[in-house]
């Protein structure tokens, strides 16, 4: 993610990913090591099959290490299915890391697409075009009544879930999340928190999908999703954020360069600390408050502090405590 | 109290808000079951047990529903949220169909985008899979009938 595209001060990113599943097998969790396997080597050949084979590269999970898992996790390249390395298990991603294609996770293949800022548009045409590739060479299962099927059945119907990262700092300072919690919920979407299930929500960043899978169009659940949460929410957020400049200004540089301080000088930090202060590093940036660090290494050092990237980068395995130190080490080597 | 339609003692007393007007209605029994307000009020207790037994029996019935090709019953399924196969979805269909309704706001029919199959040779070699796979399953399970008929099947899908 660079850090461009449209309404990116707050959206963070769009992300589109589509279950399907072949016709005429149990599903990926249902099946045995033997049945997921020959179905994994299908897949994957009738995949290099499409013009996509040029642009992608292909991991068994199996054959990959438990860090290497997780710093694709980390890059939200595959779920947290995936990356428990289970036998007939596979990814194959495109250079830019734009898509991925999940092979035997919950379904058969879950395609993923990734895009910076609001560009959810843009990113159905381009999965609906993998899609149509795809569909050329693998018959998926469908139902005239329920569309395509699912393991779940939360997810049968267009198979969609379209998401949306968004970052909303100031609504989190005006004490003003809670509404669009409650905003979100009666327009049955979900909202959860950047890393994690149901924990807290680190660094103000917040994710925004559908829940509803069936009975709408592709475009829309899509069209709903914008008009009816993303740009209002963004509207708030701006409003909160010129809010702040005009009341609290000393009150915001405050803390924003109270959290340069920190991230430059801290000798140990965790990975929540850092969000969190990276997350209003950010907000100083896009306010103009600070003016000598890019959007850029913000967002780089979000990816790289994190556990996996960490261990990475110094090429050796980290227990909890030296990586607080690590990533000290590493946050004061890349912003001066 | 009385009731405000016919002056007898008053024993339903009803509070109703719409739209945030409130009302309040003082009724006698009679006038209240003549108003739909109230329903019969002594339901003996013969029925009520029957009628729970009745509706745990159907749920146990329910419960008890199995796939014929991927065995997961409907008690498995609610208990881990996962499909075994997408026949399910016609060996489950009256409690998925509710199931469905209720965590899709309603919608019981995809409107949105279908496969554009081309059918034919492209999937040959998925139908031949597939065979083998139930081939494998039919020997599994000692049923020979099936597994001479299913090794047919795959040399004429070979042969073509």
Known sequence: MDGSGPLSDIVVSSRIRLARNVSGFVFSTQADDQQREQLLRYLHDQIMETELKDDLWYLEMSQTTPLERLMLAERHLISGRLAEGNTGCGVALSHDESLALMLNEEDHVRVQVLASGLQLEETYENINRIDDLLEEKIEYTFSPQYGYLTACPTNVGTGMRVSVMLHLPALKMSGQIEKVFRAAKEMRLAVRGLYGEGTEPIGDFYQLSNQTTLGKTEQQIIEQLVSMAVEPIVEYERQARNKLL????????????????????????????????????????QLDRIKDISLRTVNELFLLTQPAHLQHHYKQTLDADQRDELRARFIREHIR | MQCQLCNKHATVHLTEIVNGQKTEKHLCEECAIKEGVTVKAHVPINDLLNNLMASQKESQQIEDMTCPECDITWRKFRKEGLLGCPHDYVAFEEPLRKLIERTQEGASTHVGRAPRHTGGKHFQRLTLLRLRQELQQAINQEDYEAAVRLRDEISKCESN
């Open chain 1, 246 to 285: 005009k009341d609290k200004m000393a009150a915001l540089d405050d803390k924003i360069h109270r959290a340069v301080g920190i991230l430059t000088h801290a000798r140990l930090i965790s990975s929540e600390e850092t969000s969190y202060l990276l997350s209003l590093l950010r907000l100083g940036i």
